[in-house]
Nanobody, 116 residues
Framework: QVQLVESGGGLVQPGGSLRLSCAAS????????MGWFRQAPGKQRDMVAT???????DYSDSVKGRFTISRDNAKNTVYLQTNNMKPEDTAVYYC??????????WGQGTQVTVSS
C-alpha cells in the first residue's frame, strides 16, 4: 500500500507563490508517474500537472507557464512550484501516484487559498 502525504499549502496573496510537496512511501516511486490534481468547492477534481518516470511533464492549460512539477527520486518526493497565483487557483490540491496509466493512490490533500 502506497501512502502519499502532502504539505506546503496555505494562504497566499494573488501573484504570490507556494511550493507543495508530496512524500511517498514504497520502493518503486521512481518508476511511476506522479501527479497533482485540485478540487475547488462544488467542482470536479481536475488534473493540474503530471511527471513520468523519465521526467517528462504535462500541464493543464490553466497553469501552464505558472506552475512547475518536479520530482526527487532519492527522497521519494514530488513537488509543485506555483507562481503568479490567481484567486481561481484556490482549491484542495491532491497528490496522486499512477498505476497502469491511471491515478491509483491519493494523498489527503492540502488546502491552497489565494486571496488578498
Amino acid at each position: 500500500q502506497v501512502q502519499l502525504v502532502e504539505s506546503g499549502g496555505g494562504l497566499v496573496q494573488p501573484g504570490g507563490s507556494l511550493r507543495l510537496s508530496c512524500a511517498a512511501s514504497g520502493s518503486i516511486f521512481s518508476s511511476r508517474t506522479m501527479g497533482w490534481f485540485r478540487q475547488a468547492p462544488g467542482k470536479q477534481r481536475d488534473m493540474v500537472a503530471t511527471i513520468n518516470s523519465r521526467g517528462s511533464t504535462d500541464y493543464s492549460d490553466s497553469v501552464k507557464g505558472r506552475f512547475t512539477i518536479s520530482r526527487d527520486n532519492a527522497k521519494n518526493t514530488v513537488y509543485l512550484q506555483t507562481n503568479n497565483m490567481k484567486p481561481e487557483d484556490t482549491a484542495v490540491y491532491y497528490c496522486t501516484q499512477y498505476v497502469s496509466f491511471r491515478p491509483a493512490y491519493w494523498g489527503q490533500g492540502t488546502q491552497v487559498t489565494v486571496s488578498s
